[in-house]
């Protein structure tokens, strides 16, 4: 799973040194696609339940599960979270980032900022005993105390022979009942989706796009988390390949 999802780390980066204004969010899904193949592995998302890309490109209020297009090019300001996926030797990684094209907004920096350090928060919260529930009260206090909301339709998930396996891991903390608790072993796709205003959400047209309620920025960060003796491991770290 650790060479699975460095795979998706090395896409995610050739993808931060990638975006720029002017180029289309279809040819970053095939330049993620070129890269994955040339590793050996095979996307993860195109064709799963019918998605007709191999990446996942949400511009400024898409939340997730934007789909690639020829016609959509970047523009300075723009926010665009990219999410990746592989198949690899029999298991699965997944990862994603959302990427300032450009200068942004300081209020959208500040979302960016402050989603990615729910995630580390969350990872924190990845040691044997736990609960999912303390993964998901690291997210949801942070996030709130900063003023933005958490999606809640959407949440991450256990990973490893299957794209998507249990347990759920949601942003904020459910009131029914226990959550599971963490054991050696398991791997947590855990994945802030982090609103500008409303959690609310929607899913457009094409059954696929999901956007903000009120058309605010959204922002969503992943990393796929093995539960150890040692504490938290982040598979798709991408800390081995270079940035800028």
């Known amino acids: 799973m650790h060479e699975a999802n460095q795979i998706v780390a090395e896409v995610l980066c050739m993808l931060l040194n990638t975006v720029t204004p002017g180029i289309s969010t279809y ?14 592995s095979t996307p993860a998302f195109k064709g799963y339940h019918g998605f007709p890309a191999s990446l996942c490109v949400s511009l400024n209020e898409e939340v997730v599960h934007g789909i690639p297009s020829r016609r959509r090019k970047l523009k300075k300001g723009d926010i665009l979270s990219v999410d990746f996926g592989v198949y690899y030797k029999g298991f699965y990684g997944d990862s994603a980032v959302t990427i300032p094209v450009g200068k942004i907004k300081n209020e959208t920096h500040k979302l960016l900022r402050a989603t990615h350090q729910s995630l580390e928060l969350a990872i924190e919260q990845v040691i044997i005993g736990n609960r999912v529930s303390d993964i998901s009260k690291a997210v949801q206090v942070y996030v709130e105390s900063k003023g933005y909301s958490v999606v809640r339709q959407f949440v991450g998930h256990g990973i490893g022979n299957s794209l998507h396996e249990g347990p759920e891991i949601p942003n904020y903390v459910q009131k029914n009942g226990q959550s599971p608790r963490l054991i050696e072993g398991m791997v947590l796709a855990i994945e802030p989706m982090v609103n ?5 959400v929607k899913v457009l047209g094409d059954g696929w796009t999901v956007v903000t309620a009120d058309k605010k920025p959204s922002a969503h960060f992943e990393h796929s988390v093995a539960v150890t003796a040692d504490g938290p491991l982040v598979l798709s770290s991408r800390d081995n390949f270079s940035v800028g």
């Open 27 to 40: 040819e970053l899904d095939q330049m993620a696609e070129g890269l994955c193949r040339k590793r050996n």
């Open 196 to 200: 500008l205003g409303t959690h609310k």
